[in-house]
C-alpha cells in the first residue's frame, strides 16, 4: 500500500501565494504518477495538475495554467504544489493522489492512492 499525506494548507488573501505538499510513503515504487485535485461542498473532485513520479511532463487544467506549479523531490518521496495570484474560486480542498499507470491522466478513477485532502482558503 501506499500512503500520501498532505499539508500546508491555510487561509490566504487574494493575490498570494501558497506551497502544499505531498509526502508519500510505503510502496511508492508502485507509483507511476502524482497528482492534485480539489473539491468544494457539493461539487466533483476537480483535477489542478499532474506529473510524472519520475519526473516528466506537467499537464495542469486551464483553470491554473500559468500559476500553479506541480514538482516533486524524488530523494524526499513528495510532490509539490505551487500555487500563485491565488484567486477564491481556488477555495477547496486540494487532495493529492497517486496512481499505479504510466501516463497522464485527468479523472479521478484513473488514481488509485489518495491522501486526506489539505484545506485551501483564499479570501477576497
Known amino acids: 500500500q501506499v500512503q500520501l499525506v498532505e499539508s500546508g494548507g491555510r487561509l490566504v488573501q487574494a493575490g498570494g501565494s501558497l506551497r502544499v505538499s505531498c509526502v508519500a510513503s510505503?510502496?511508492?515504487?508502485?507509483?507511476?504518477?502524482t497528482a492534485w485535485f480539489r473539491q468544494t461542498p457539493g461539487k466533483e473532485r476537480e483535477f489542478v495538475a499532474t506529473?510524472?513520479?519520475?519526473?516528466?511532463?506537467?499537464y495542469y487544467a486551464d483553470v491554473v495554467k500559468g500559476r500553479f506549479t506541480i514538482s516533486r523531490d524524488s530523494a524526499k518521496n513528495t510532490v509539490y504544489l505551487q500555487m500563485n495570484s491565488l484567486k477564491p474560486e481556488d477555495t477547496a480542498i486540494y487532495y493529492c493522489?497517486?496512481?499505479?499507470?504510466?501516463?497522464?491522466?485527468?479523472?479521478?478513477?484513473?488514481?488509485?492512492?489518495w491522501g486526506q485532502g489539505t484545506q485551501v482558503t483564499v479570501s477576497s
Open positions: 506529473i510524472g513520479w519520475s519526473g516528466g511532463n506537467q
Open positions: 493522489a497517486g496512481g499505479r499507470r504510466s501516463g497522464y491522466y485527468t479523472r479521478s478513477d484513473d488514481y488509485d492512492y
Open positions: 510505503g510502496r511508492t515504487f508502485s507509483v507511476h504518477n
